[in-house]
């Protein structure tokens, strides 16, 4: 099945330690987005790439950086992890086509833990 | 901007009860209407969405319609059972100057169904 994978399902990082998120996808999809979800709320955009175009959320801390290195991957990387960065980290995929839209397609998500 | 609003939780119900969860909405242009679940650990799945007015997006047994004339995106399901114990929320998609499409949620509402 076609499908959005992200690595590891749970890590744990130590303050100010970088840390690296993976996420792939094999539905083709030419959006990527990394979202960060704290415990009982929604999910916050950080940023997203539409194709190799790399776009930042205004409040994104320069604490949070990104790569694509190819259509299938995509990466999340925290330079110097805060305790206040302990959270539950989502990839989500998407189509996207002249002006037409479609559905996010989400990962499971890997919950990170600062020491 | 572009906002949405729904209920706030936790819903308790029995199982075989009848769910409805109120979703209203603010926006610029002509958004798309989603209803994402997340189980417990788990990443968003999407249960269903409309693209213009009128439209009834249903999956699951779970059913809701685009009103425009009242900004509303409503879920509702005519009997619930313990495995619909999840967290659902309300989203909206809009373009964005960046030529993708962002979701805008709302925060989000606990749903528990007890046998």
């Known amino acids: 099945d076609a499908m959005v994978i992200q690595n590891p399902r749970y890590q744990v990082t130590q303050f100010g330690k970088p840390v690296t998120l993976s996420c792939s996808q094999t539905l083709n999809h030419n959006v990527m987005y990394w979202y960060q979800q704290k415990s009982s709320q929604a999910p916050k955009l950080l940023f997203h790439?539409?194709?190799?175009?790399?776009?930042n959320e205004a409040d994104t801390p320069d604490n949070f950086q990104s790569r694509r290195p190819n259509t299938s991957f995509c990466f999340l990387d925290i330079r110097s992890p805060g305790l206040g960065d302990a959270a539950m980290y989502l990839c989500?995929?998407?189509?996207?086509?002249?002006?037409?839209?479609?559905?996010?397609?989400f990962g499971p998500g890997t919950r990170l833990t600062v020491t | 901007g572009d906002s949405v609003t729904q209920m706030e939780g936790p819903v308790t119900l029995s199982e075989e009860a009848f769910l409805t969860i109120n979703c209203t909405y603010t926006a610029t242009g002509y958004p798309s209407l989603f209803w994402y679940v997340q189980y417990p650990g788990e990443g968003l799945q999407l249960l269903l969405k409309?693209?213009?007015?009128?439209d009834k997006g249903s999956n699951k047994g779970f059913e809701a319609t685009y009103r425009k004339e009242t900004t509303s995106f409503h879920l509702e399901k005519g009997s619930v059972q313990v495995s619909d114990s999840a967290v659902y929320f309300c989203?909206?998609?809009?373009?964005?100057?960046?030529?993708?499409?962002?979701?805008?949620f709302g925060k989000g509402t606990k749903l528990s169904v007890i046998p």
């Open positions: 790439y539409y194709d190799k175009d790399f776009n």
């Open positions: 989203a909206l998609s809009v373009g964005s100057g960046a030529g993708s499409y962002q979701l805008t």
């Open positions: 409309a693209t213009k007015a009128d």
């Open positions: 989500a995929t998407s189509r996207t086509l002249a002006l037409t839209s479609y559905e996010q397609y």
